[in-house]
């Protein structure tokens, strides 16, 4: 069964330090995509990026940054120079095939929550 | 992407009573699904809202506590049923649109917080 680990339950940063929010996880199938939601304390889910298992490159969308590194089941969020309004939950989430095969379900990490003190 | 509108927002309920979440989406997508988050946790699938039969749920949810309604392809209730504190929580429509059927990708509500006293 899938699984997706967030080590880091809490994490408190000044603005403007970078900070890195770990995701393991774990899978079987071979096609498979993994992704970043960002919860603020409104409570809407808020979609940051997507990624599948056969694209390596980590990604860049300004002061956000991606390293998925297959080899080691990882795939890291970075925050450059956070800011206040970062502040928020961040969930890891992986999507495989359903039993059925006909669709895919999201399985969610625990959760980082991030808090940017000015 | 898909808008999603769940209705409540939120609401305090009485042990015991019922309570209907509706999800609207503004246009047709291939799968709903619902799920729950507990205060501080994180979110944990209760069904696949399936068009026109009976949801599928995952182990630990079952029907009668949870009963899905979806007539068609753009709306779904969850009703939660003989609540108890235990079911405070914001429940979260989700959808997979039609663009995003190969990916995973979901798109949320922005949930309904529940409140049992």
């Known amino acids: 069964a899938q699984k997706v680990t967030q080590a880091q339950t809490e994490i408190s940063v000044v603005e403007k330090e970078d900070v890195t929010l770990d995701c393991v996880y774990e899978?079987?199938?071979?096609?498979?995509?993994l992704f970043w939601y960002k919860q603020p304390p409104s409570g809407e889910l808020v979609f940051l990026i997507r990624?599948?298992?056969?694209?390596?490159q980590n990604e860049i969308s300004g002061r956000y940054s991606w390293n998925f590194q297959k080899s080691t089941s990882s795939f890291n969020f970075t925050i450059t120079a956070s800011q206040v309004v970062d502040s928020a939950v961040y969930f890891c989430?992986?999507?495989?095939?359903?039993?059925?095969?006909?669709?895919?379900?999201?399985?969610f990490g625990s959760g980082t929550q991030l808090t940017v003190l000015p | 992407s898909a808008v999603i509108s769940q209705k409540p927002s939120r609401d305090i309920c009485q042990r015991g009573t019922s309570l209907t979440i509706q999800c609207q989406v503004d246009s047709q997508v291939t799968m709903m699904f619902w799920y729950r988050q507990q205060p501080g946790q994180s979110l944990t699938l209760i069904a696949t809202?399936?068009?026109?039969?009976?949801?599928?749920?995952e182990s630990g949810f079952v029907i009668d506590k949870f009963p899905i309604s979806r007539p068609n392809l753009t709306f779904s209730t969850l009703t939660v049923s003989n609540m108890s504190p235990e079911d405070s929580s914001i429940y979260l429509c989700?959808?997979?649109?039609?663009?995003?059927?190969?990916?995973?990708?979901?798109?949320f509500g922005e949930g309904s917080r529940l409140t049992v006293l």
């Open positions: 899978t079987r199938d071979t096609t498979y995509y």
């Open positions: 989430a992986l999507s495989e095939t359903l039993s059925s095969g006909s669709a895919r379900q999201l399985t």
């Open positions: 809202a399936n068009q026109g039969s009976e949801a599928t749920y």
């Open positions: 990624r599948n298992s056969f694209d390596e």
């Open positions: 989700s959808v997979v649109p039609l663009t995003g059927m190969n990916t995973g990708e979901l798109f």
